[in-house]
């Protein structure tokens, strides 16, 4: 499954975007997806996850609260709502989809995430 992340861009703190996954092949509906993101100089962190069937959420404690995640079966794509941004939400995203094991309800570990974006760069100005 190929997938494309986009919505990037530049907001002011405490507004609100949202990115956009859209994938490309029929059996993208069956697996977890996630979103991940790295700022300059950090390593790369879990944001948030959706099970198979959009019924099960996770969040990382530093956005939790203020992002959430959802998909639409119909369309093929899982979307990131972000409210209340910060400039320490600044970097670049990527959704991924936990491809090696349908049906499952979702992961944190970026491990399990057989397919990647190619990642969509937002900046939050203070």
């Known amino acids: 499954v190929q997938l494309q992340a986009c919505g990037g861009g530049l907001v002011q703190a405490g507004g609100s975007l949202r990115l956009s996954c859209a994938a490309y092949?029929?059996?993208?509906?069956?697996?977890?997806t996630g979103w991940f993101r790295q700022a300059p100089g950090k390593e790369h962190e879990f944001v948030a996850a959706i099970s198979w069937g959009g019924r099960t959420t996770y969040y990382a404690d530093s956005v939790k609260g203020r992002f959430t995640i959802s998909r639409d079966m119909a369309k093929n794509a899982v979307y990131l709502q972000m409210n209340s941004l910060k400039p320490e939400d600044t970097a670049v995203y990527y959704c991924a989809a936990d491809t090696s094991r349908p049906f499952t309800i979702a992961t944190t570990d970026s491990a399990d995430f057989g397919s990647w974006g190619q990642g969509t760069q937002f900046t939050v100005s203070s």
């Open positions: 092949g029929r059996t993208f509906r069956t697996y977890a």
